[in-house]
């Protein structure tokens, strides 16, 4: 229930912020019906609130400053996101449970913002997660 609260938040949020637009392609009704390891550049802020709108069946690979902030930390603690810095072992457990309940992992696989705006070097650990829970990847 919260996934789906926190997804429709994000999205209106997103529609009232004065000077945006949002413009969804290339998905379709049936693009998170299943699990996958999802791989998404990033490249601004608004990159996460844009994922998170798309849908309620995403949990995000985090960085420490957002598990451990504040506001953003309580968010994402109760969205089930987790945090990288804990390693893979660690969370391995959760990601397979929640994967078998139809979640899709969601990554940012060059592990942080580029400051020109060019995608730096691919980390592996999408496509170690991928094998590891034996879904696709969806770029």
Same mark, same amino acid.
């Given at each position: ?66 598990? $451990?902030n504040?506001?953003f ?56 997660l991928?094998?590891? $829970? ?6």
């Amino acid at each position: 229930m919260f996934h789906k609260l926190f997804s429709c938040s994000t999205r209106f949020l997103l529609f009232a912020i004065p000077g945006t637009s949002l413009r969804v392609s290339g998905l379709t009704p049936t693009t998170f019906e299943r699990a996958r390891v999802v791989v998404a550049n990033h490249t601004s802020l608004l990159d996460a609130l844009c994922l998170i709108a798309l849908s309620p069946r995403l949990i995000f690979l985090t960085k420490d400053w957002v598990w $451990l902030n504040p506001f953003f930390g309580l968010l994402v603690r109760s969205a089930d996101f987790l945090p990288v810095s804990a390693g893979v072992d660690a969370n391995m457990p959760r990601l397979k449970h929640l994967v078998a309940e139809g979640y899709s992992v969601l990554v940012f696989p060059e592990g942080t913002r580029s400051a020109d705006g060019r995608p730096h070097r691919f980390h592996q650990g999408a496509f170690y997660l991928s094998a590891s $829970l034996g879904v696709e990847v969806l770029p």
